[in-house]
């Protein structure tokens, strides 16, 4: 993979990670954003990665957002069905 656009995908990964944490959309935008980061992860394995913060950090952000997404649409279903 070029360095470039390596930096780039793990740039990008951060910034939708922060677009994951919004309500409703987010939690499709979060597929997204792991899919990208297994992408960059698995093709840069052993490469040198600048990013590699920011993409952890986007990979974290949406993993939390579909644990939240989870927990507010159990919460929703668990008080209809009470």
């Known amino acids: 993979m070029d360095r470039i656009l390596m930096i780039k995908e793990s740039l990008r990964c951060l910034k939708l ?3 994951c944490l919004l ?3 987010g939690a499709f935008l ?3 954003t ?3 980061y297994c992408h960059v992860f698995l093709t840069t394995r052993d490469e ?3 990013a590699k913060p920011q ?3 986007g990979a974290a952000l949406a993993l939390a957002s579909l644990l939240l997404h989870s927990v507010v649409v ?3 279903i668990w008080s209809a069905v009470k």
Do not use: D
């Open 34 to 36: 792991i899919r990208i």
């Open 30 to 32: 979060a597929i997204y």
């Open 55 to 57: 993409l952890y950090s």
């Open 23 to 25: 309500p409703v959309f």
């Open 17 to 19: 990670g922060w677009l």
């Open 74 to 76: 159990s919460t929703i």
């Open 48 to 50: 040198w990665n600048p």
